[in-house]
């Protein structure tokens, strides 16, 4: 059974794919969460789920770790949709929060509200290029930034680092160092970063100095975008994605046939955004989900293929 909806009107869902808590939200409900933590002097981490992460947090228990107590960990990839689709719950591709969607609308909202960003990330050069390019299209918001090229063992620099941070108080901090070291550069300082809200961005400021493109959308929407970034960068991607490709393939698979049933339910509320629409959509998106589980099961009963 295939489930679908509007994309103004799909709630936030906690979906736990083998009891890894993927977020699922639109591109839009994640602004709303910045926005809201923006307004009301709060701080949230956006952390994000795609193979590569998801293989991550099999294999770093600090990593799981750190995804499991951000606020958000929304669906980065197709390839986690497709394998929560394996797993009996089929849900829309507006799910599906690639930075290279959730960026661009970013960065125009905060714009349209006056909200401030800092870069953390990438070589100096390609950093000054994407605030050059960020601060002529976007005239409305400061930009303030700092390169990714220092020493994460080091106490000093790293002090340096967040306190040019909480110099300019940035209402949005996006970190792009690759994972996993931004996450672990995070989940070692957030609590002394004067932020409202932090993004886990990859190579987001490589793209917006220019120097890597974003996948086509054709291409990312039918779950390939692994295969354009090979193409372009094989030296560099060809373990994450040649070898972590078949081994998330291998994690879903035994899930599917040892692990308890996916669970899917409600997220649990950040702020105030938008809560009474959110609960009265929940509820009428789990009905459909529990009615879908139910004909999944009826399936299996009687023989016949699963969908």
Known sequence: MSLNSNSQNLPN???YLLERRITCMTVSSIIDAVHTACMQGKKITVANYNVHSFNLSMQLPW???????SEIVNCDSVGILKA???????LPLDYRASYTLLMPKLLEHCNTHGLSVFLLGAKPQYLEAALD?????????????????FDKENSKQNETVIQKINQEKPNVLV???GMPIQEKWVY???????VNSILLGGAIIDRL?????????????????????????????????????????????LGKLYAPPLRVQPMQPIGSYNLERNAQMSNLYLSLITQQNQEVGAAVLSGSPSI
Request: net charge positive.
């Open 133 to 149: 390019n960020l601060r002529k299209q976007y005239v409305n918001t400061q930009f303030f930034g700092h390169h990714g090229y």
């Open 63 to 69: 990593f799981y770790h750190f995804l499991q107590s």
């Open 175 to 177: 970190v792009g160092m």
């Open 209 to 253: 100095a220019g120097t890597v493109p974003d996948c086509p959308q054709a291409i990312s929407n039918v779950g390939l975008e692994w295969l354009y970034r090979l193409c372009r960068e094989p030296k560099r991607l060809a373990a994450r994605y040649l070898l972590g490709n078949p081994a998330f393939a291998c994690h879903i698979a």
């Open 84 to 90: 929560i689709d394996y797993m009996g719950v089929k």
């Open 188 to 194: 070692k300082y957030r609590s002394r970063l004067n």
């Open 13 to 15: 869902l906690d979906v």
